[in-house]
């Protein structure tokens, strides 16, 4: 991986009216465009500069703050340049045109991180998550970035890759003797380690899902008989009035879904068609897709109309429901009147609450349990969190598709030839996560989906 020998510019803030806008600048030339367009002695680095800003022309174009970075001390690990100006996008673009005139090159989009990454600033997973930072939409999700940018998922492959390592050269030194077995003490210290490896991988790929939670928002589906409050409470919890309630029964028949913050969660709320026993055509629609949106629901919220008789709901709906992802909620207890108790449970391990979507009653208890049942989708990893991403997880499956066979293969005496390769998928597979291994087309991919100036 060779370094860049161009410079690249791109404008770093969002396009539009602001206080400031600042564009970014990384590259060889920093110095002599400093130099050029600023005059004066060289810039200190790290240390912003009050100056004008002159075109090639010697046209003044704004007064700016100015830092240059000394590589390798920068985020891209070049020589680099922040330019601050007044948020006018019409400032930006001329500054931006400006350094274009001089020999810049407009960064593509994820360009700054990508040679942040190919410089050695940062491996792949940090990459990443610079990304994810940016695009968390909720205190959880934040943490989760800022660990990972730290490198705590590097830290965890650099530690199943290491003990492979060893697991591989104990292997190898038996390759130039293929009618010897690996000695009884050699293959018990092969499989212990190769279990320890094993148990890494899974534990890492178990927090896929949490992963998934973190970046899509936990999807979580409002189900209940109609009428019973489901839209009501939907749009208490978003804030507005998102659903159309009805004193009319059937009155949601398509799904609505919206994003909302409870505490450090972000849920995708989603808000469905009732489920009656006995449909009409119409409504039949809108329950096949309740029972579609059922199906892949990581939280239930079960609103039940507290001064009605329990409702029976389909056994699809009902075999998911489990006391780590449902909260039965006994809606409008405004309307029970003392002595006038509400049915007991349909199942009596699910957690319950008593609120009202009318008067509010009881939201900020349900918002407690959603928060506690959020927290545990992320399972035994202690106080490092880490939540990784399909990329991730695809690569994962790979490596532990490799271990499980090169694990057979000990176990069963194999030769051991086979078993080394087996050793060097995995290990291509850790470093394929990390970054390690040339992939031109999978650094297209990633970065691609990065935004210009980031
Ligand atoms: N008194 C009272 N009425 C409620 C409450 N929640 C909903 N309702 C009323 O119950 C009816 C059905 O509400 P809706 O949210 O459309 O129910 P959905 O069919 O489950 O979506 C409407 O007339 C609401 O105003 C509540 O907590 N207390
Ligand atoms: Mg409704």
Redesign the pocket.
Known sequence: MSRPTDTIAALATPVGTSAIAVVRVSGPDCMELAKAIFGGPPLPPRIARHSDYRDVNGCLLDDVLVTFFHGPRSYTGEDSLEIASHGNPFIAQSILTDLLARGCRAAEAGEFTRRAFLGGKMDLPQAEAVMDLIHARSERALAAANQQLRGSLGRHLGDLTEGLLLVLARVEAYIDFPDEDLPAEDRRIVLDELSRVLHGTSRLLATHHYGELLRDGIKTVII????????????RLVGRDR?????E????RDFIEERIILGPHCLRLI?TA?LNPTPAALERLGMDKTLERAAEADLFLW?L?ATRPLPTLPNSVTGRLTPSNTIVLF?????LTPGNAHAPLPSPTLPTLQ?????G?GLTELTDSVVRLADAFRQGQGDEIIAINSRHADALRRARECLETARQKVAENGAVELLASDLRGALDAFGEIAGKIDNERMLDHLFKTFCIGK
Not at 224 to 235: D, I, Q, R, T, V
Not at 331 to 335: A, E, F, P, Y
């Open positions: 209940g008989e109609p009428n019973a409050g489901k839209s009501s409470l939907l749009n659903a159309l309630v009805s004193a029964p059937g009155t949601t808000d009732g609103v109309d809606n409008k207890v405004d309307l609120i009202s979507a009318l008067t009653d």
